[in-house]
């Protein structure tokens, strides 16, 4: 167990419509990053967050947000879904600072119809 | 752009029968090279961090090693347990503390 909790594990929803997922990291762990993870694709860095304030961007879709809350639980909002968007998004968390490993969570299984 | 290559794709080996994935990476300032086992269903879980060229780290059957322009994980004599995905990722300047990934090798090791 890593302890990074994600929810839900799985979400079906309809094209055009918009979803939450929601992360709490590692007891302790300031930075919490989002990655999407598509079977041609592979891991794909999206967003971090360090102690609530955004840290780096990577190739998140400008229909895609995050937050990170003052408890340090994070939020990653998918809007105006399309069927491409369908994947395993995963949250981490680490210590930050360079050379730290990420923990990962689960994953949130997203199914687009 | 920092990019990572994982070979082969795919590996199939029988128990016992030793082998060596490769990770080639091109990177702006390495920082840290990671190695991590996914399984189908689950997140990725840490392995390793490799720091510099030369430097070795070892864990049960599993050994990484980095160069200036790679990094190999060996397995030596595996077992079924040993079946998944293993990803390699690299550290570098652009994206900060994130690691940007490679697609992974997928071991499927047979009794």
């Known amino acids: 167990d890593s302890g990074v909790t994600q929810t839900p594990k799985h979400l079906i929803t309809a094209t055009g419509q918009r979803v939450t997922l929601r992360c709490s990291p590692r007891?302790?762990?300031?930075?919490v990053y989002w990655y999407q993870q598509s079977l041609d694709q592979g891991l794909q860095f999206l967003i971090q967050?360090?102690?609530?304030?955004?840290?780096a961007k990577g190739n998140i879709l400008e229909r895609f947000s995050a937050q990170q809350f003052p408890d340090l639980h994070s939020e990653l909002n998918l809007s105006s879904l399309e069927l491409g968007d369908s994947a395993l998004y995963f949250c981490?968390?680490?210590?930050?600072?360079?050379?730290?490993?990420?923990?990962f969570g689960n994953g949130t299984r997203l199914t687009v119809t | 752009e920092d990019q990572v290559t994982q070979s082969p794709e795919a590996l199939r080996l029988q128990e016992g029968e030793s082998s060596s994935l490769n990770c080639s990476y091109t990177?702006?300032?390495?920082?840290?090279l990671f190695w991590y086992r996914q399984d189908p269903g689950k997140g990725p879980e840490f392995l390793f961090t490799?720091?510099?060229a030369g430097e070795e780290k070892e864990k049960e059957r599993l050994k990484a090693t980095l160069t200036k322009k790679e990094s190999f994980l060996h397995i030596t004599a595996p077992k079924p347990e040993d079946s998944a995905t293993y990803l390699c990722?690299?550290?570098?300047?652009?994206?900060?503390?994130?690691?940007?990934f490679g697609k992974g090798t997928t071991l499927s090791v047979s009794s």
């Open positions: 981490a968390s680490s210590v930050e600072g360079t050379n730290s490993p990420l923990h």
């Open positions: 990177v702006s300032g390495l920082r840290g």
């Open positions: 007891s302790g762990d300031l930075s």
């Open positions: 990722a690299v550290q570098g300047d652009q994206a900060g503390t994130a690691l940007i």
């Open positions: 490799l720091y510099s």
């Open positions: 967050y360090y102690n609530g304030e955004e840290r």
